[in-house]
């Protein structure tokens, strides 16, 4: 089992930026991937950002060069870097973790984006 807190999440202004944290509750090296994903309200669950064991990254097309995802193993955090957000980037914002043999979910952190 893995217990995953959201953090970081706020209101900001178009252009601006935030830094989301996902705080695991064991060590996150060898989980097989860890991902960002967001949902707005009646939309679909979409991947953001994604990052496995051996720090392959992946990003959907709309963030690609304007979010970073990374993990700090030591405090077995994963990070979204979120810069030039614009308002079509408000989202609840949802931490996922895949341990090769179960998949776990945040409650998420909401990110909003004014213009």
């Known amino acids: 089992q893995v217990q995953l807190v959201e953090s970081g999440g706020g209101l900001v202004q178009a252009g601006g930026s935030l830094r989301l944290a996902c705080a695991a509750s064991?060590?996150?090296?060898?989980?097989?991937?860890m991902a960002w994903y967001r949902q707005a309200p009646g939309k679909q669950r979409e991947l953001v950002a994604s990052?496995?064991?051996?720090?392959?990254?992946g990003y959907v097309d709309s963030v690609k060069g304007r979010f970073t995802i990374s993990r700090d193993n030591a405090k077995n955090t994963l990070y979204l870097q979120m810069n030039n957000l614009k308002p079509e980037d408000t989202s609840v914002y949802i931490c996922?973790?895949?341990?090769?043999?179960?998949?776990?979910w945040g409650q998420g952190t909401q990110v909003t984006v004014s213009s």
């Open positions: 996922n973790a895949d341990t090769y043999w179960s998949n776990h």
């Open positions: 064991r060590v996150i090296s060898h989980l097989k991937y």
């Open positions: 990052i496995t064991s051996g720090g392959t990254t």
